[in-house]
């Protein structure tokens, strides 16, 4: 049996002698070769910018890839930032600010009399970063600012106090149930009236 301080020995009983890695030195480039290097780059630009200019298709975005990026950024822009959520039994999650708001656009429409037009949403300073989701979120949504119009004539349009309280509830209840969403504060603001 061998110690740790032993050589090692070969089938024959003789010392096996490792070799140590030996090093290589990349060779140095000369000014001649870096200047060969950059008038190929160079003229590489000039062909391709070329190419360009004449419209060849070979340098070209093809419409069908230019309008699937079109397609994609749209959609991106549309869906906002992503926004912390609470941890679900799965992991962390984040939905996007408009799933936030669709949530919300959806709970104030079912409140009898009142119609959304539009919600403001301020987030905690910490990003999902704090809470074991990805950097570059938005943090948990801390207040909500609902602009709501309110049916003319109607039942709500002679309490609007009720229904801005009926507003309020349906907001918190979706978020709640939805989202796992507790704000500190939900505010309504009456903006409007509609006829139906």
Same mark, same amino acid.
């Given at each position: &049996?061998?110690?740790?301080?032993?050589?090692?020995?070969?089938?024959?009983?003789?010392?096996?002698?490792? %070799?140590?890695?030996?090093?290589?030195?990349?060779?140095?480039?000369?000014?001649?070769?870096?200047?060969?290097?950059?008038?190929?780059?160079?003229?590489?630009?000039?062909?391709?910018?070329?190419? %360009?200019?004449?419209?060849?298709?070979?340098?070209?975005?093809?419409?069908?890839?230019?309008?699937?990026?079109? =397609? $994609?950024? @749209?959609?991106?822009? =549309?869906?906002?930032?992503?926004? $912390?959520? #609470? #941890?679900?039994?799965?992991?962390? &999650?984040?939905?996007?600010?408009?799933?936030?708001?669709?949530?919300?656009?959806?709970?104030?429409?079912?409140? #009898?009399?009142? @119609?959304?037009?539009?919600?403001?949403?301020?987030?905690?300073?910490?990003?999902?970063?704090?809470?074991?989701?990805?950097?570059?979120?938005?943090?948990?949504? =801390?207040?909500?600012?609902?602009?709501?119009?309110?049916?003319?004539? $109607?039942?709500?349009?002679? /309490?609007?106090?009720?229904?801005?309280? /009926?507003? @309020?509830?349906?907001?918190?209840?979706?978020?709640? =149930?939805?989202?796992?969403?507790? #704000?500190?504060?939900?505010?309504?603001?009456?903006?409007?009236?509609?006829?139906?």
């Amino acid at each position: &049996m061998q110690t740790p301080h032993e050589p090692e020995e070969n089938a024959q009983g003789a010392p096996i002698e490792h %070799e140590l890695p030996v090093e290589h030195e990349l060779p140095v480039e000369t000014a001649e070769q870096s200047a060969a290097y950059d008038s190929l780059i160079r003229s590489a630009h000039q062909e391709w910018a070329a190419l %360009e200019k004449s419209g060849d298709p070979s340098v070209s975005v093809s419409s069908g890839a230019l309008a699937a990026l079109k =397609r $994609s950024v @749209r959609a991106e822009v =549309r869906r906002g930032a992503q926004i $912390s959520v #609470p #941890p679900t039994r799965r992991g962390p &999650m984040s939905v996007s600010e408009l799933t936030l708001h669709t949530v919300l656009r959806r709970a104030v429409d079912t409140v #009898p009399d009142a @119609r959304s037009l539009r919600a403001r949403v301020e987030y905690a300073e910490e990003g999902a970063a704090s809470h074991g989701g990805w950097s570059g979120e938005r943090g948990m949504p =801390r207040a909500v600012t609902l602009r709501i119009s309110v049916q003319l004539g $109607s039942p709500g349009a002679r /309490d609007l106090v009720r229904l801005a309280e /009926d507003v @309020r509830g349906a907001a918190a209840a979706a978020l709640h =149930r939805d989202l796992g969403i507790d #704000p500190d504060r939900i505010d309504v603001h009456i903006e409007d009236l509609h006829d139906q």
